[in-house]
Structure formats: C-alpha cells, structure tokens
C-alpha cells in the first residue's frame, strides 16, 4: 500500500523534526548541568554563589524544555518520549511545595502525560485483545475440528474391526463344516452351544478343537460337542503345558485305549487325568508323557500293553533326559524282539525260558519289566554290553534307553500305578480345570470373550453398512480424481476468479482499512516519516534498501500463507513415518517368530514354542496359528492384519499427540 504525502503535512513533519532535535539537545544539556549541579553541592554546599549560578542554568533549561514540550504537543510524542517526560515531570514535583503554583502547573502536565500514555496502551491492548479472541476462536474450533475427526476416525476403525471378528469367525466356522461335513446350520447350532459353555476359551478355539474331532472321524453334531467339551476341559487345565496337536493325539489314544463301557469324552478325561497325575507326581513334562504314548501306540496296541504302562515307561525315560523320538523307537525294537524270540531272549537274560515265554503271551508289560530287571541284575554297562550286542540293540541310542530301564524297574512301577490309578478315577483332569477356569485371570478371559462375542454379533450387523462403504468408498475415490483433473485443466480460470473475488473484497473494506489507518497516522506512522525523512535526505541508497527489505518481508509473509498446506502435508508425512519406525520395531519381532515357526529345519520344539508366542501377541489375529497352518495363506494373512492394526492405532496415537503438541504450543503462545 502507498502513503501520499502533500507538501503542507510534509513541511509539518520537517519544522516538528527540528523541534524534537532541539527536545533531544535541551535534553542532553539538562543532564548535564543536574551533573555539574550535584556535583557543586557537593564540592562547594548549597549556599556557594557557584552551586545557585548553575541552579539558574537548570532552571532556565528547564523552562525553555518546557515551552518547546508545549510546541510541539503531546500528541505527537512517542511512548518512550513520554515516559522520559513522566520521569522528569515526578523529579520535579518531588522538590516542590505542594502549595506552589509551579507544582500545580507540572502536575496539570503530568497528567496529561499519563492520560496520553493511557489511551496509547488502551489502543494497543484492544488490538491484542481482538488479535487474541480471534486466535483462541481457532484453536478452540481448531481443536473441536480435529476432535471430531478423531471420533469419526475411531468410530470407522471400530466398525471395521467388529466386521472383520465377524469375519475371523465365520472362517472359524467354515473350517468346522470342512472337516466334519456338517450344514452351515449345524455348524451355527453347534456354535450355540459353544456360546451355553462356561469356559475361559475363545470360541475360535472351540471351532478349531471341532475341527480336531472331524480329522478324527467324529462327524455327528453331539458327538463334535461331546469331544469338544472334553478337549476344552483338558486344554484349560493343561494348556500352558500341551504342545501342538497334543489334544488331537489324546483323542486317538482315547480312541486306541480307550474303555469300552465309557464314552469318548470319558476316555479322554481319563488319559487326560492320568497325564496330570503323571507329571504332578514327577518331573516329567506333560507333552513328553503324550508323544511318546503317541510314539508307542502302535506296537503298544499290538502287545496290549495299557495306556498308563507306556506312560510308566515315558516318565522314567523323560526323568532320564532321553529324547522322546530316541526312546520310543528303542523300546519298540525292545518289544518286537522279545516277542519274535522269547525263548532266546530268556536265556540271553538268564531266565527260565518256560515261565517267560508264557508272560509274553500273557502280560507283555511284565514280561518286558523283568527282562530289564535281570539285565539290571548282570552289572555294570561293560557286563550288559556283550547282551545288547547278540540283541543288535548296541548302539549308543538304543544301549542308553535299555540301561536307563533296566536300573530304574521299581520307578517305572511306581509311575504305572500313579497312571493307572488316575485313569481310573478319571477326576484329576476334572479337578485342575474347576481350578484353572475360576481364577482372577479365567474370570478376565470370559470377560473379554462376553465383550468380544457382542462385537461379533455387531460386526454381523455391521456387514452390508461395511460393504456399502467399500463400494461408496471407490465412488468418493473416482470423484476426487475428477475433481483433481478438473482444477488441473481449468486452473488458470479458477486463479483469475478466486483473484477478482478477492480484489472485490478488499474495495469494499478499503475504508475501513483508512479509518484505521487514520488513528495510527498521528502517533507512530507521522512520527516515523520525520525520522525517515531525514535518514532518507542523507543516506537514498539506504531508502532503496529499505523499501527492497520491506517487499521481501511481503513476500516473505505471503510465502508462510502459501506453505500452510505444505506444512500440514509435512505434519502428515512426519506422523506416517514416526507410526512405521515404531511399527517396524514390533513387526520384526513377529516375522522373526514366524520365519523360526516356518523353518522345517528346526526342531519341532522350536517352532511349537515360536507359534506359541504368536499366539501370545495377538489372540485375536493370531490365536488361530498352528504348526499345521503355519505355511499356508492363510497365516501370511493374519500376520499382515495383525501388522496393519498396529500401523492404524500407532497413526491415531501419533496423530492425538501432534495435535496436543499444536494445543501447547497455542497456549504458550
């Protein structure tokens, strides 16, 4: 914006430009002389004829200060001016009688003083005042705006989470009627009846352990429930301990060993039982105890050997640090020898051929308990060696398991009783499930689930709203790419109308903008052109620069205008950046557990204990992971869900604390 000047207003300023030098040398001089004057009353006294000579010439300063003070007018004194005269003003009424006329005449300028220095402040306190009420306006709405948006966008990802439970669940589902051949109706009906179960496990889990009983052949729908019940109650009360597909081979035992007279769920409650008295009892670790049941089935079957002997057999060994795979196949070869030769074996062992070849046939377990007694009964290894050598069991393997028996008989009896007892009862399974599934945790579980299963049922609700917004989505997607096209080809158009709107805007207001300027015009602006004046009649190249520095402080200003958006896309960039480093950190971890979980060339123990960890990080996405999925699609999806929700939370937290830093940086400011 110009400033004109005429030649009347420019005289004004020059003839008020010399006044005020000639203020700010009466000034100088002023100092000066209460200097020289302080410094006399202290040399020469008060009385002196010098000190009362120098008092003239302060008084007579004083004097001509004060005409050219009136000359000029206080109206055209800036704020620290008139804070120097208020300062000279008080001096002087400090060392005159209150009942003098000169005090009367100094305190009538005083007051002006101060009334000028209060309608100067009043000005700019009502600027502040409206520049302040304007900024605490958006950033209150600023905040209301941007709370909203995080309610919206809180709401949407809920919605979006409840859908894809709703989602989790009827794959769940599906792998149900898979492996059972059940309808769709009865996989629900069963699922209705999952729901009536009081039990601290995810119904995830339940569909998946249905899915256990169909690879099992059990397809009818009471049947599914029954062993579904069963399962539940032994992978609650020893589900820290079970590895994979534990339950699965419990099944098939409890189908092999099974009694009779009892049910299927029956059965498995009672190996179940026996495995936790088992491994109460002793050192011996749970999965251990059902592998190498697993292991020995099949010849166990043959030789008719019991459940609860073979688990006698996997306590000893386990106590004995022997590997389950190891041990198993030197049992069975053990087994299968004594059976093709006894008689042979007998004399080997130094025992009456008759009465052992008789035991064979009758009770293989003792049979094979009092072999190992009498070659625990020959001696030291260097006596039982020759033994195992004609028996072609002499390798280190095989050697370590037979002599591990043969010392410890009485421990693999007292093991078999506890079995055998146990599953007769049946009632310990029973007992530590009644424990597990009523502590503080279970009671947190079975809330969590009660919270979950009504997400569920709402993200059932939620599906066609959630595919309408898919669909609606895409539209919203083609109409911005419209919308972009259409202001990059018209764009000029758009500038040249949104310019001439707002050079219309500023015609109309420009009165208000010279009212304004009008009030300012005779405090600062008028005295600041004195002072420009005369710099600018001494130095013009200065003036050029001035006038330079100013356009680039325009341009400068317009350009913060401009970069707003650039600095909101840099918010945004720097939001989406902190997310993923964050994210990163955590998806490491998880695709380093899945890569051990997937790599075949590592034990079997490893890999259990790397999906077990998975499970841990995320029982909602991936809970569902087992050995037997851990390569399929299926589990890459759950892993990259997983990551995604981590990525979508970290942006919203990230997100409610950059607008926080923004709420305190406004309230510093």
């Known amino acids: 914006m110009s400033l004109k000047i005429d030649r009347v207003q420019l005289e004004i300023v020059i003839q008020q430009d010399s006044a005020r030098q000639k203020m700010i040398e009466l000034e100088e001089q002023m100092r000066s002389a209460n200097k020289t004057l302080n410094s006399l009353k202290k040399k020469f006294g008060e009385n002196s004829a010098e000190y009362k000579a120098q008092k003239e010439v302060v008084k007579a300063l004083q004097t001509e200060y004060d005409k050219l003070f009136e000359k000029i007018g206080i109206g055209s004194l800036s704020v620290k001016e008139l804070q120097n005269r208020q300062k000279e003003l008080n001096a002087i009424l400090r060392n005159l009688p209150g009942d003098s006329p000169l005090y009367t005449q100094y ?3 005083l007051d002006a003083v101060n009334q000028r220095m209060k309608e100067l402040k ?22 209301i705006g941007a709370s909203v948006i995080a309610s919206l966008t809180g709401i949407t990802l809920t919605a979006r989470k409840c859908v894809d439970e709703f989602a989790q669940m009827q794959e769940a589902e599906s792998q149900v009627r898979k492996y059972t051949g059940m309808t769709s109706e009865q996989v629900s009906g069963l699922n209705a009846e999952f ?19 169909g690879r099992l052949g059990i397809t009818a729908k009471n049947d599914v429930l029954e062993f579904v019940e069963a399962a ?11 590895g994979q597909d534990a339950i699965k081979n419990i099944g098939k035992l409890a189908d092999m060993f099974g009694d009779s007279e009892r049910s299927m769920k029956e059965n498995m409650l009672a190996i179940g039982s026996a495995v936790n008295e088992v491994a109460q009892n002793s050192s011996a670790a749970e999965p251990y105890l059902v592998e190498f049941s697993a292991r020995m089935g099949g010849v166990a079957k043959q030789a008719k050997l019991s459940i609860t002997d073979v688990m006698g057999f996997a306590s000893a060994l386990d106590q004995n640090m022997l590997r389950s795979e190891m041990a198993s196949t030197a049992l069975q070869g053990l087994i299968l020898k004594l059976y093709q030769e006894p008689a042979k074996y007998a004399k080997i062992a130094q025992m009456d051929v008759k009465q052992f070849t008789t035991l064979m046939e009758t ?9 190992l007694a009498s070659l625990g009964k ?19 393997e095989a050697a370590g398991v037979i002599s591990a028996l043969a010392s410890n008989i009485e421990k693999v009896r007292k093991e078999q009783e506890t079995a055998n007892q146990a599953f007769i009862d049946g009632t310990s399974i029973t007992n530590e499930y009644n424990v597990q599934n009523t502590t503080v945790q279970a009671e947190l579980d079975k809330a969590k689930k009660h919270f979950k299963e009504i997400r569920i049922e709402l993200g059932e609700r939620l599906l066609p709203v959630m595919k309408y917004m898919v669909s609606t989505g895409s539209l919203t997607v083609k109409g911005l790419v419209k919308i972009v096209s259409i202001f990059s080809e018209y764009k000029n158009a758009i500038i040249f109308a949104t310019t001439s709107i707002a050079g219309y805007t500023i015609a109309v207001n420009a009165s208000v903008i010279a009212d304004k300027a009008k009030v300012l015009w005779t405090g600062k602006i008028v005295a600041g052109l004195k002072t420009l004046y005369s710099v600018a009649k001494a130095h013009p190249w200065g003036l050029l620069l001035t006038i330079g520095a100013s356009l ?7 350009n913060k205008q401009l970069s707003e ?36 060339k590592r034990s079997k123990e490893e890999r259990e204990a790397a999906i077990k960890r998975l499970n841990e990080l995320s029982p909602e996405y991936l809970g569902s992971l087992t050995l037997e999925k851990i390569n399929t699609e299926q589990a890459t999806a759950a892993v990259n869900a997983y990551i995604d929700s981590l990525l979508i939370l970290e942006e919203i937290k990230q997100t409610q604390q950059k607008v926080s830093e923004l709420n305190d940086q406004k309230m510093i400011y």
């Open 107 to 109: 305190k009538a300028q």
């Open 122 to 143: 009043g000005t700019a306190d009502s600027t502040k005042f409206s520049l302040s009420k304007l900024t605490d306006g958006f950033n209150k709405y600023a905040a």
């Open 195 to 213: 729901k009536k179960m009081d039990t601290r496990t995810a119904r995830e889990r339940l569909n998946e352990l249905a899915g256990d009983a």
């Open 232 to 242: 539940n109650m032994i992978d609650v009360a020893l589900g820290e301990d079970l």
């Open 363 to 371: 009770d293989a377990n003792e049979a094979v308990l009092q072999f």
């Open 378 to 396: 020959l001696g030291g290894m260097d006596k039982m060696a020759p033994v195992l050598k004609e028996m072609k069991l002499s390798g280190a």
């Open 552 to 558: 680039i402080g325009l341009l400068i200003d317009t």
């Open 565 to 600: 958006s650039e600095r909101l896309e840099r918010n945004l960039q720097d939001i989406r950046r902190r997310s993923v480093s964050i994210v990163n950190q955590e998806a490491a971890s998880v695709k380093d557990f899945l890569n051990i979980a997937r790599d075949e």
